[in-house]
Structure formats: C-alpha cells, structure tokens
C-alpha cells in the first residue's frame, strides 16, 4: 500500500511561531505583516500559537526548564519555507472558479509545497522525488501535450504586449490583430489567440524564483491562457531572447515539465511523465 505525504496544516499564528522559533521572517508567496507588529501584539500572537502547537503535540514545554522542542516534522518543513533556494510560485485560475496559490519550496534535497486551503490556515507536503513533483504539476495544470517541432512562435516587447492586452479589454479588435501580425503571428491564428486571451478558461502564472537568503538572484516566468480551442505561453527570461522581449508560442503540459526539469537542473530523461 502507498503510504499518503505527511501533511500539517498550521494557523497563521502557529507558523509566525515556528518562522520566528527559526529566525526567519519571510516566505515566498505570503506577506508575514506579523513580524513588524508592536512587541506586545506580537507576544500575544506567540502565546496564543504556542498553545494551539502543546494542544496538538507539536511543541513540548519541559515543566522544570520551561525549554520548548518542536516537532522535528515541523521544524523540517517549515524550514525549507523558511531558507529555500529554489521557490516554484503556481497561480491556477479556473474560469468562474477564482484562482489558487501554490508555492514548491526547495532546500537542498527537501522540498515542500505551501498551500492556503482557507484564509489563515497553511497546509505544508513534502514532495518526495522529481516524479512526485511532475505528477501533482500535472494535476494542477489541465493543459494537453503541444506538439513542438514547426509550432507558431514570436516575440514582443512586454510593453507592447500589455498594449496588445489592454485592448483585447477594451474590444479594440482592429489595434490587436495589427499587433500580433506586425510581431509575427499568422493571420490564421490571430483569432484563436485573441478569444484564448479575452475569455479563458484557464490561466496560469508560474515564476521560478532562485533565492540566496531573503533576496530573488534569478527569475523566469510563464503565464498562459488557454480555452476550449488553444493555449498560449508568455514566456519572460527564455534563454537566447532579449530580457525585455517575451517569447509567446502555444505552450503544452510538456513544456510546463520541461521548463521544471531546466529548472532544477535534473536531466531529460527524469522527465518521466512528458
């Protein structure tokens, strides 16, 4: 029998606890405003954690010593939030759905994903191996292989491209084809790209953010927007393109994958899911 990942879900209080037991104050993808709390409030929000991790038996207090021990568990994960080097942030949005966070934490073999099930509650997994990852990326992100050899693929100037987005907002249909045919996409496909982009069924932004202590070193993102007909890649920080330049093709689950192998710097053939 497959055994489940151990999980925890912590309070935000109790994670501000066990961030603080560590001497962290940061994490990719939430914004810990508790730590520049005044000293009392902020004492308060300890003991108040500090009771909810005793009740659960996460933390033991020695009655003699009053010296406090975290469970090992907790302070293993929260630990790879808390000193990362690799962060992988996933936003998924489902059309009338809203969207969701999902931040893969990396520290040395270790990696945790971070999730919010509900406002102030955090559920921390560990993600066992690089096939473990690839599934639940797939689980997330419901886009079909693309086939790569001769697809459409062009680029633009990020400020050009918001220009381009904007009016697909504003209806001004006649500005964006223009645009997208000066940049090179065929005529043929500029309707498809237009309806993916004005009315999604599906979005997604990924960032892969490389960390040393509390500050991003390297970053390179994708957002894509699919519907029922097609799915397209803004891809920022490609290799061999201009950083102020996105590269944009119709973009697959394959190259969501591909884009996490280069990432962590594993080989192709660990791809085992592609």
Known sequence: MVQEPMELILSRAELVYVLNALQASRIVGVELT????????????????????????????????????????LVEMAGVLAFRSLAFALIRGVRDKGQQLFVFNLYQDLMVEHTLPQEGMHRLVPIGAPEDLFARVESLVPL???RRKGRPLFTMAQSRFERMRQGV?????????????TAGLAEGLVSLF???????????????LECEGNTVVAASSVAVFADEQSSWGIWSGAADVDPSRLLIFPTGINDIQSA?????????EQLTSA
């Open 194 to 208: 237009i309806q993916a982009l004005q009315n999604p069924l599906f979005t997604l932004s990924l960032a892969c």
């Open 260 to 268: 996490f192998v280069d990432w962590l710097g594993l080989e192709p």
């Open 144 to 146: 079909q292989p693309v």
């Open 169 to 181: 907002q504003t209806k001004s249909a006649s500005e964006v084809m223009s645009i997208l045919v």
């Open 34 to 73: 508790e730590f520049a709390w005044p000293q009392q409030q902020f004492d308060a929000l300890l003991r108040e954690a500090e009771q909810g991790l005793v009740s659960r038996s996460l933390l033991t207090v020695d009655a003699q010593s009053q010296r406090r021990l975290l469970a090992p568990e």
